[in-house]
């Protein structure tokens, strides 16, 4: 159970290792379900989801434990920088929707994200802001 983010959550995860039952896939070792039900800390709103899940890691490479872990920090991941390609560089309204613009605008974005990381900045829209205001700093900051 977590508490965070004005909301509860409880998290049940079941796995299975027999995929000859059901599923014929070449490198599969486990399949996983998580059952999640969310409420608000004042215990409205209550919602129920499930999600499904494949791995090639066997049981004695990841537990249920441990795939549950997996799963809720590849979410933080990409909670992380959905919101920071949403709220920096307002992603969500972007005009760019034909052909491959969308995928190269996306890497473009990524790429900026991941050197300002690699560079040890923590607060990303305040050094894009800045760096907006000093073109000069982004040259330095590529050629490191």
């Known amino acids: 159970m977590d508490r965070?983010?004005?909301?509860?959550?409880t998290r049940v995860i079941r796995t299975s290792t027999a995929l000859n039952l059901y599923?014929?896939?070449p490198g599969l070792?486990?399949?996983?379900?998580?059952?999640?039900?969310v409420t608000a800390l004042d215990g409205s709103h209550p919602r129920d989801e499930t999600v499904y899940g494949?791995?090639?890691?066997?049981?004695?490479?990841?537990?249920?434990?441990?795939?549950?872990?997996?799963?809720?920090h590849h979410w933080g991941i990409e909670t992380r920088l959905h919101y920071i390609r949403d709220m920096t560089f307002d992603e969500d309204r972007s005009q760019v929707r034909t052909h491959n613009g969308p995928r190269i605008?996306?890497?473009?974005?990524?790429?900026?994200?991941?050197?300002?990381?690699?560079?040890g900045v923590t607060n990303i829209q305040r050094?894009?802001?800045?760096?907006?205001?000093?073109?000069?700093?982004?040259?330095r900051l590529l050629l490191g």
């Open 23 to 25: 599923l014929h896939w």
């Open 127 to 139: 050094a894009v802001n800045h760096l907006g205001r000093h073109p000069d700093q982004v040259v």
């Open 4 to 9: 965070g983010h004005g909301r509860i959550e």
């Open 105 to 119: 605008m996306a890497t473009l974005r990524n790429t900026a994200i991941g050197l300002l990381r690699t560079c």
């Open 54 to 72: 494949l791995t090639d890691l066997t049981p004695a490479e990841a537990d249920a434990a441990t795939l549950g872990a997996y799963v809720r």
């Open 29 to 37: 070792a486990q399949v996983f379900r998580i059952d999640r039900h």
